[in-house]
């Protein structure tokens, strides 16, 4: 009897703690909406809220800034690095976001940031796969005002 009490306790325990170990092993981003991600992209670079970094973008992430003749790009490596840099850095400014494209697949998202002397918007791309929603570009411009 002791036995198969044992049994029975040692079963339910490794189904356990398999089952929740499995569970840590999904990204935190992986049941996450589109508009979830992009307050974390927000957050990420204008309030220092780093907790997503490493999860919301693809491995072929690409950041754009188009210069007045020249292109500056940055890999999914170095945007995560700079911005763990600015963890709890809060930029003052205002931003408001909207979709320009949005559908189950892909969502373009343009994202208006008003700094005290210029205004920047970054077009964002996300892309949802097996792994959720998780941005696969974005595109910086400074509009003239």
Not at 36 to 50: K, P, Q, S
Request: charged share 25%.
């Amino acid at each position: 009897m002791k036995t198969l009490i044992t049994l029975i306790v040692t079963t339910v325990m490794t189904f356990l703690s398999s089952t929740l170990f499995a569970n840590e092993m999904e990204g935190p981003v992986k049941f996450a909406k589109v508009e979830t991600i992009v307050d974390h992209y927000i957050d990420a670079t204008l309030r220092g809220n780093i907790e997503l970094v490493d999860h919301m973008f693809t491995n072929d992430f690409y950041y754009s800034t188009p210069n007045s003749r020249s292109s500056e790009n940055i890999k999914k490596k170095a945007m995560v690095k700079y911005l763990k840099s600015l963890k709890n850095v809060k930029m003052e400014c205002e931003s408001d976001y909207k979709f320009i494209e949005k559908n189950e697949d892909c969502s373009i998202v343009q994202i208006t940031t008003t700094f005290e002397n210029f205004t920047r918007n970054d077009y964002v791309t996300l892309c949802n796969s097996k792994d959720g929603w998780k941005i696969s570009n974005v595109v910086v411009t400074y509009p003239i005002k």
